[in-house]
């Protein structure tokens, strides 16, 4: 978490800093983002991104440098976390969790040589739905249930890309995120050997397409 903020921190710095030392106009830039998230929340007991939701949304490029600058998204993202059977030590149980959340990022961008970006920033989110399948029963049958979880209202989580440039103004990127706070309150009694991070926490990798809408060549 410490790490997560430092280099958000430094990045948008750096970029704040470096904006306010220039008198060019800024250039804005609209367009979508889509793709895949696979998820996993830590602290449930499961390891492994299981469990497979929707990613995408809109999304403001704000530009004053050739190879810096700012990026604002109101995205539809699905979390959560799978449990899968395995067969080989005789579980066949099942369950999952599945978690809507509207985030909105605010994130620098760095363009690194040939066109592709570096990208890091801090995601809050809005909790849309916070759902449940299989717990009581042991296997998932696609009859979503609320949770009984006190999952938080609210999310703020650190979030880092990989760009890679396709034609026109496209880009595919392959996306980290992570809370930093927990999603649900501390325990009030979370016993002897606990730390700050003992609570769960969102974990999630994208794979996706953004295509803003100006060539930016043109």
């Not at 904006?19 to 804005?28: A, K, T």
């Not at 759902?131 to 999310?155: A, F, H, K, M, Q």
Request: hydrophobic residues 40%.
């Amino acid at each position: 978490m410490r790490c997560a903020i430092a280099t958000t921190w430094m990045a948008l710095t750096f970029g704040v800093t470096s904006w306010s030392q220039d008198q060019s106009p800024l250039v804005f830039n609209g367009g979508y983002t889509l793709g895949f998230s696979a998820a996993q929340v830590r602290g449930d007991g499961i390891e492994g991104f299981n469990k497979l939701g929707l990613y995408g949304g809109a999304v403001v490029d704000i530009k004053r440098f050739q190879n810096l600058g700012f990026q604002l998204g109101i995205l539809y993202h699905e979390k959560g976390s799978k449990k899968v059977a395995n067969p080989r030590t005789g579980d066949y149980s099942t369950w999952a969790y599945k978690f809507s959340y509207i985030d909105i990022p605010l994130v620098a961008v760095v363009e690194l040589s040939e066109g592709y970006t570096i990208s890091t920033g801090l995601q809050p989110g809005v909790l849309l739905s916070a759902l449940e399948d299989g717990l009581d029963g042991g296997s998932v049958t696609g009859d979503w249930l609320d949770t009984n979880l006190p999952i938080r209202s609210w999310e703020l989580s650190w979030v880092v890309w990989i760009g890679m440039p396709t034609a026109k103004g496209g880009e595919l990127f392959l996306r980290h995120s992570q809370s930093l706070p927990g999603i649900v309150p501390k325990p009030s009694n979370p016993g002897p050997n606990a730390r700050w991070d003992d609570r769960m926490q969102n974990i999630t990798l994208q794979v996706g397409y953004t295509r803003l809408l100006l060539d930016p060549e043109r």
